[in-house]
């Protein structure tokens, strides 16, 4: 199992890491860990080309479901934090900042960002970030995760 600090620059493919997290099947929308820290973790993801991502509403993704990609990257960094998928629910979302409407537009791979700006045992508070990879950026925003 994978737990506690690793290199900067080594990385984590979905099936290194999936028994860490909370989401499974389809729903585990992050395709690998580029690097992570104890206070900061970026991913990568394909899965919003997937026309059977099952966030997709008639056919379409909403930038709204960009909120998903960055919960399931601060997912995924508690996993590697403590070795152990631990179940928890964004309690809110603040100063979000969407910079497209659709993610069906989006032609690169996803980039996620996320740094741990407060952890307690019970949660966190997070600011995240995803992009695109000419470091377009497409949300930004800051989350309070509450550990079950």
Known sequence: MIIGKMSNNQRL??????NLVPHAGMMLLIDEVQSWTENNIITRSH?????????????KLSSL????YGAQTMAIH????????RAGFLAAVRAA?????VLDDVESELIINATAELQMSKGAVYQFSVSDNDNNLLIEARTTVVHL
């Open 47 to 59: 899965s919003h080309q997937n026309p059977d991502n099952p966030l997709r509403l008639n056919g």
């Open 13 to 18: 493919l979905q099936s290194e890491f999936k």
């Open 97 to 101: 900042h969407f910079y497209i409407d």
């Open 65 to 68: 479901h960009l909120i998903e």
């Open 78 to 85: 508690c996993g590697l934090l403590t070795g152990n998928a």
